[in-house]
Structure formats: structure tokens, C-alpha cells
């Protein structure tokens, strides 16, 4: 497929259908509202607008990792051939809703969104496997977790580059990073789901990787997608040696 | 001992399930707010459960509401039974009102 189609796919079939924009800012504020929970005020008081700011911060925040999650998936889908669509996950975002509430912001689930993989018919004429598969589906999920593990990166480059304040690019790298972490979850219809359901291995390579590098990040400082490869690999390695192999 | 079919018997130990879940649900809800704003957003969960159920399995639904709504009125039992009733009813009608008219479509 030359570049040009690409563009042109992109320029055909990216953008949001307007229930798609209603779904996802349904998300972005529930999700906001979650993530801001524990930001309305200081420690054990309430304070309308200092909440209000916060959640206004967090609708920012929120929308940008979530746009970058659905543009990674919706750039991969048209590369394949397909269209990718995301719809709210009822059930997960009641239930982060409802921890948040009960937990008062201890528990913080972002996992909302679902992705669906639709098939352009004149796009994938003479495609091995016409049809889309579990095959192409696990990569194009795949894309969303790991376009925000990358804009993650990429916000942190900004911020040692002094062009964002650290508070912000804290958040929004840690944000990032925690998303990614809900969406690699192996529950139905989260993005590890459609990994997991396609190859286990691949599923602890990638998710084992991730894990790597927020341990890396959080207790050693490391920002470094080499090194978290390799100790994903190793992980890899010890899961198949004692339990893919057994199975 | 019970003699007990898990086959047949599914939904009265879902049913237990969720009339523990309602009543943890209630007795961790610290005050009257937090409890009705739980109960609304249950009742939204179980209003797609409905939906999605309304043609197949309805009874098993209907027992599961039952049982939660047990829960956590025993759980909340210093509420007012009325208003968790209302909440309650109110979330499933919403939940079912926002699928049936295709409002948004969810997973």
C-alpha cells in the first residue's frame, strides 16, 4: 500500500462519527470525574471551585490520553484495511464510577472504552484472510496502550525540555501510563483481552514489557524502552519456560 | 446439605452474590448521598443488564435486582427505604431509556 492511500484512507475514514464524539466525551467526564475525585479540595474538605478547576484540568488531561489511545487504534485499523471504532464499556465505567465513590478515590479504574474493528470492503480486496481476524484485531488494539506508552515518552521529553510546567507533564505522563496499565487488563472488552484471546505469549511479552518500564520509571528513575524490552523478554522467557510450556 | 445443581441453581448463587454485593455495597457507603448516588448508579448498570436480557433471560435478571435490592436495603437499613426504592428504579428505567433508544451505544 503506497502512502498516498494511506492519506487518503485517513483523510476518508478517521474522524469521529458524531456518536462516536458523544461517546467519547461521555468517557472523557466520567473518567475526569474519577480521576479527579481525590482533587476537590484539601485533604478531607470540600471546595466547589478549586473541585471544579481540578475536574476542568482533568477533562484536558483525559482527552488527550484518550484521543491518543483512539487515534493509535484507528490509524492501525485503516493501515489494515478496516475501520476501528470505540464504544463506551457501560459496565466498567459504573463499576470505576462506583469504587471511586465507595473507595473515596483509593480505587481510580480507568477502563471505559471497547474497540471494534470494522471491515472497508474495497480496502482489503486481495488481502491473505479477507475478513479481519483475531489476528489483526490484536494489533490494532495493541496500538492504543502503546500510542500512549509513547506520548507518555514524548510528554516527558517536553517537560525535561522545559516547554510544559513538571506538575502538568507529571500528571499527564503518569496518566498515560496508568491508562495503558487499565486497558492491558485480559477482561472483555478491554484492549489485553483481544491479545490475550489471540497469542499468551505475545500477551506477556508486551504486557511484561510495559510492567518493566513503570517499575523501571517509578522506583529507579530509568526512562528507558530498551531496557524494559529486554527485562519483558526476560519475563517472557520465564513465563514460557514454566507454565506456557506445561499448559 | 443443600443438594444443589450449579447448572440449574445459577441464578439463586448469582442472586446470593449480588444480595452480598448490595449489602456490602450499602454498609461501606459512609453517608445518605454517597448511598443514593450508589444505588442510582446500579440501577443504571442493571438497566443494561435488562436490556440486553429483555428477550431471553428476564427472570434471572428480574431475581438478581431482587436480591441487590435486599442487600442493600438491609445494608442501609438507616436510609430511607423510599428514596433507595426511587434511586433504584430510577437507574434501571434510565439505563434501559439510553439503550433502547439507541442514545448511545455501549459494550
Not at chain 2, 457507603?29 to 448516588?37: E, H, I, K, Q, V
Not at chain 2, 434511586?87 to 459494550?107: C, V
Request: hydrophobic residues 55%.
Amino acid at each position: 500500500m503506497s502512502f498516498r492511500n494511506y492519506l487518503d484512507k485517513v483523510k476518508r475514514y478517521f474522524w469521529f462519527s458524531k456518536e462516536e464524539w458523544l461517546s467519547f466525551w461521555i468517557a472523557v467526564f466520567c473518567l475526569a470525574f474519577i480521576y479527579s475525585w481525590t482533587s476537590w479540595g484539601p485533604a478531607g474538605q470540600f471546595n466547589l471551585e478549586t473541585g471544579l478547576k481540578n475536574l476542568a484540568i482533568a477533562i484536558i488531561l483525559i482527552g488527550l490520553t484518550l484521543f491518543v489511545h483512539h487515534s493509535g487504534q484507528r490509524l492501525t485499523a485503516l493501515w489494515f484495511g478496516l475501520r476501528a471504532e470505540q464504544k463506551i464499556w457501560w459496565y466498567g465505567l459504573l463499576i470505576g464510577l462506583i469504587l471511586t465513590i465507595l473507595s473515596n478515590g483509593n480505587i481510580k479504574v480507568l477502563a471505559a472504552t471497547g474497540t471494534l474493528a470494522y471491515m472497508l470492503p474495497v480496502h482489503r480486496l486481495g488481502a491473505f484472510r479477507y475478513g479481519p481476524g483475531v489476528n489483526i484485531l490484536a494489533k490494532i488494539v495493541m496500538a492504543g496502550p502503546i500510542a500512549n506508552i509513547f506520548f507518555a515518552g514524548i510528554i516527558k521529553t517536553i517537560e525535561w525540555m522545559g516547554i510544559i510546567s513538571p506538575a502538568i507533564g507529571e500528571k499527564l505522563f503518569m496518566l498515560n501510563l496508568m491508562f495503558a496499565f487499565w486497558n492491558f487488563f485480559p477482561i472483555p472488552p478491554l484492549d489485553g483481552s483481544k491479545i490475550f484471546y489471540y497469542s499468551r505469549n505475545i500477551y506477556m511479552l508486551i504486557f511484561g514489557t510495559y510492567a518493566s518500564y513503570v517499575v523501571l520509571v517509578h522506583f529507579f528513575e530509568v526512562y528507558s524502552y530498551i531496557y524494559s524490552l529486554l527485562l519483558g523478554i526476560t519475563i517472557w522467557l520465564i513465563y514460557f519456560i514454566f507454565v506456557e510450556r506445561k499448559l | 446439605m443443600l443438594d444443589t445443581n450449579f447448572m440449574l441453581d445459577w441464578p439463586e448463587i448469582a442472586a446470593l452474590l449480588f444480595l452480598f454485593a448490595g449489602l456490602f455495597m450499602a454498609l461501606f457507603s459512609g453517608s445518605p448521598f454517597t448511598l443514593y448516588t450508589v444505588c442510582f448508579l446500579t440501577g443504571l448498570l442493571f438497566g443494561r443488564v435488562w436490556y440486553k436480557y429483555r428477550k431471553k433471560e428476564s427472570i434471572p435478571v428480574f431475581l438478581f435486582i431482587v436480591a441487590f435490592f435486599l442487600g442493600f436495603i438491609l445494608g442501609g437499613i438507616w436510609a430511607n427505604l423510599r428514596l433507595i426504592s426511587l434511586f433504584l428504579l430510577a437507574g434501571i428505567l434510565a439505563g434501559y431509556w439510553i439503550h433502547a433508544k439507541k442514545i448511545i451505544r455501549t459494550l
